[in-house]
């Protein structure tokens, strides 16, 4: 094609359809206009349903009616409501019903109407029982606090008749045993006290015997101070003579760690049941005889498992016996019967440890929970709290005066305790680690004290300065006792060893 030919255009001619869709739209409307829906007919009409349900107006409007004369009434109680005109009494009231006590830019006024807005709402007496209800919790909490008695078996009655008898004669015996102490002039004291210094100086290492192939957790010496016991942490416990320290019997039957063993204040005689007792870390407790040659124990007391009993101690007469559990109790045995005639709750933590006092009408216990209790044997109430101590409570022992005890823990402190004044009468910061173990000196005139810290250390009764440091262990210290004649300081360390702790010229 040239460029000089023209071109020509086709101009698109526009489709112009007459006629309406009125009548395609009205036959799709008949179609639908009734089809059936659970058997009744439904309109339809375009996009606009039509219902047959019908909304009652009725109902609404008196609901919004009750609303409103809900508020007249409420508005007319708040008027009658009686608020007190003290700002300070209005403020206490807010706080108790949890509301701010003062808002933005509020003054006395507006508050007092504010608390009438909420008492019309809550109701007046609910100021009046926020008081009682807080007395209600208090009350609670005190009740959890309480100590919890067991009620025990007839023989516990006995028991605690027999304890009474035995302890009132006691008593009388060591009352004027202080008489005639309190005679004695000064001059004689002065000596007995320079006596005192010179055998708490002149204490060194006697004797050093490695006592088993695991740590020694305990040892006692023996009522006559002939003999010492010790408890291992391999299960045996074994029975030494003083001073050699040589093995004289091996006590065999327990499966795990000892925590300790102590002598029947009557061992040797032929009218106690038996002369040793011990305990493990299973709840295991053994009763064990020095006259027989076996090495079987003469008795088990059942009743503590799965729990760990960490401590045994004889009564006085020799007739009882006190178990410390950790299920937060301690036991009292009747040997003679063979029972548990006592199981005394009261600490929250588990109890460690226990003391009888010489007289035995009371009874010490110093638990994990920081704290110790004193109970009284003959009527089962407790009688003194001890709280002070930071941490648990490791050792207890009473004195000889029988009013006196002292504690030590683990908070490295050792507190002197007055049972006739209910208080701590000294706090003695005796260790840089906690105190394992402490004992009385059988006259009262000093208490050895053994740690963590590998020492064992002498403190002077009553001015409860310290007059000497033994050290010679290699670890931990885990017990120490004093012979009953005075002669002999025993401990027992993780380092598998015991030693015995003498005055130099002794020898």
């Given at each position: 094609?040239?460029?000089?030919?023209?071109?020509?255009?086709?101009?698109?001619?526009?489709?112009?359809?007459?006629?309406?869709?009125?009548?395609?739209?009205?036959?799709?409307?008949?179609?639908?206009?009734?089809?059936?829906n659970?058997?009744?007919?439904?309109?339809?009409?375009?996009?606009?349903?039509?219902?047959?349900?019908y909304?009652?107006l009725?109902?609404?409007?008196?609901?919004?009616k009750?609303?409103l004369?809900?508020?007249?009434?409420?508005?007319?109680?708040?008027?009658?409501?009686?608020?007190?005109?003290?700002?300070?009494?209005?403020?206490?009231?807010?706080?108790?019903?949890g509301?701010?006590?003062?808002?933005?830019?509020?003054?006395?006024?507006?508050?007092?109407?504010?608390?009438?807005e909420l008492?019309?709402?809550?109701?007046?007496?609910v100021?009046?029982?926020?008081?009682?209800?807080?007395?209600?919790?208090?009350?609670?909490?005190?009740d959890?606090?309480?100590?919890?008695?067991?009620?025990?078996?007839p023989?516990?009655?006995?028991?605690?008749?027999?304890?009474?008898?035995?302890?009132?004669?006691?008593?009388?015996?060591r009352?004027?045993?202080?008489?005639?102490?309190?005679?004695?002039?000064?001059?004689t004291?002065?000596?007995?006290?320079?006596?005192?210094?010179?055998?708490?100086?002149?204490?060194?290492?006697?004797?050093?015997?490695?006592?088993?192939?695991?740590?020694?957790?305990?040892?006692?010496?023996?009522?006559?101070s002939?003999?010492?016991?010790?408890?291992?942490?391999?299960?045996?416990?074994?029975?030494?003579?003083?001073?050699?320290c040589?093995?004289?019997?091996?006590?065999?039957?327990?499966?795990?760690?000892?925590?300790?063993?102590?002598?029947?204040?009557?061992?040797?005689t032929?009218?106690?049941?038996?002369?040793?007792?011990?305990c493990?870390?299973?709840?295991?407790?053994?009763?064990?005889?020095?006259?027989?040659?076996?090495?079987?124990?003469?008795?088990?007391?059942?009743?503590?498992?799965?729990?760990?009993?960490?401590r045994?101690d004889?009564?006085p007469?020799?007739r009882?016996?006190?178990?410390?559990?950790?299920?937060?109790?301690?036991?009292?045995?009747?040997?003679?019967?063979?029972?548990?005639?006592?199981?005394?709750?009261?600490?929250?933590?588990?109890?460690?440890?226990?003391?009888?006092?010489?007289?035995?009408s009371?009874?010490?216990?110093?638990?994990?929970?920081?704290?110790?209790?004193?109970?009284?044997?003959?009527?089962?109430?407790?009688?003194?709290?001890?709280?002070?101590?930071?941490?648990?409570?490791?050792?207890?022992?009473?004195?000889?005066?029988g009013?006196?005890?002292?504690?030590?823990?683990?908070?490295?402190?050792?507190r002197?305790?007055?049972?006739?004044?209910?208080?701590?009468?000294?706090?003695?910061?005796?260790?840089?680690?906690?105190?394992?173990?402490?004992?009385?000196?059988?006259?009262?005139?000093?208490?050895?004290?053994s740690?963590?810290?590998?020492?064992?250390?002498i403190?002077?009764?009553?001015?409860?300065?310290m007059?000497?440091?033994?050290?010679?262990?290699?670890?931990?210290?885990?017990?120490?006792?004093?012979?009953?004649?005075?002669?002999?300081?025993?401990?027992?360390?993780?380092?598998?060893?015991?030693?015995?702790?003498a005055?130099?010229?002794?020898?």
């Open positions: 094609m040239s460029d000089d030919e023209e071109i020509t255009y086709v101009k698109k001619q526009k489709t112009i359809h007459y006629g309406s869709l009125e009548d395609q739209e009205r036959i799709r409307l008949s179609s639908l206009a009734f089809t059936e659970d058997g009744e007919p439904k309109v339809v009409g375009g996009n606009i349903n039509v219902s047959n349900e909304f009652d009725e109902d609404a409007i008196s609901k919004d009750q609303a004369l809900e508020e007249f009434e409420r508005k007319k109680k708040a008027r009658h409501v009686q608020v007190s005109t003290d700002d300070d009494e209005v403020k206490k009231n807010l706080r108790k019903l509301q701010a006590i003062c808002l933005f830019g509020e003054g006395p006024a507006e508050r007092r109407n504010r608390l009438r008492l019309s709402r809550v109701g007046e007496d100021v009046a029982k926020k008081p009682e209800e807080e007395r209600e919790k208090r009350q609670q909490i005190k959890q606090d309480t100590t919890w008695y067991h009620e025990g078996p023989s516990l009655l006995d028991a605690r008749l027999y304890m009474a008898e035995y302890s009132l004669l006691r008593s009388h015996i009352l004027e045993k202080l008489r005639e102490e309190a005679s004695i002039p000064e001059s004291l002065t000596a007995r006290l320079q006596d005192l210094h010179k055998y708490t100086t002149s204490l060194s290492i006697y004797c050093s015997q490695i006592g088993d192939t695991r740590p020694i957790s305990y040892c006692r010496f023996s009522p006559d002939k003999f010492i016991a010790t408890s291992s942490w391999s299960g045996l416990c074994k029975l030494w003579s003083v001073p050699d040589s093995l004289v019997q091996t006590f065999r039957g327990h499966n795990c760690n000892v925590c300790s063993i102590t002598f029947n204040p009557h061992a040797g032929a009218e106690n049941v038996c002369d040793l007792v011990s493990a870390s299973d709840g295991s407790v053994k009763l064990w005889s020095m006259d027989s040659k076996k090495e079987e124990p003469v008795a088990d007391l059942e009743g503590h498992a799965p729990f760990r009993v960490s045994a004889f009564h007469s020799g009882f016996l006190g178990t410390c559990c950790f299920d937060n109790s301690w036991r009292l045995w009747d040997l003679e019967q063979g029972e548990e005639v006592l199981h005394q709750e009261g600490h929250c933590k588990p109890v460690y440890c226990m003391s009888f006092q010489c007289d035995g009371i009874v010490a216990t110093g638990g994990l929970d920081a704290f110790g209790r004193v109970w009284d044997l003959r009527t089962g109430r407790c009688i003194m709290f001890m709280e002070g101590h930071l941490k648990s409570i490791y050792s207890i022992d009473f004195s000889p005066n009013y006196q005890m002292a504690t030590g823990s683990e908070d490295n402190t050792c002197i305790w007055d049972v006739r004044k209910r208080s701590c009468l000294y706090t003695i910061p005796a260790h840089m680690s906690l105190v394992s173990g402490l004992r009385y000196q059988p006259e009262g005139h000093f208490i050895v004290t740690s963590y810290d590998n020492t064992i250390k403190w002077a009764n009553k001015t409860w300065q007059l000497k440091t033994l050290s010679g262990h290699d670890n931990k210290i885990m017990g120490v006792d004093i012979s009953p004649d005075s002669k002999y300081i025993a401990s027992s360390s993780y380092d598998r060893t015991f030693k015995l702790w005055p130099e010229y002794s020898s």
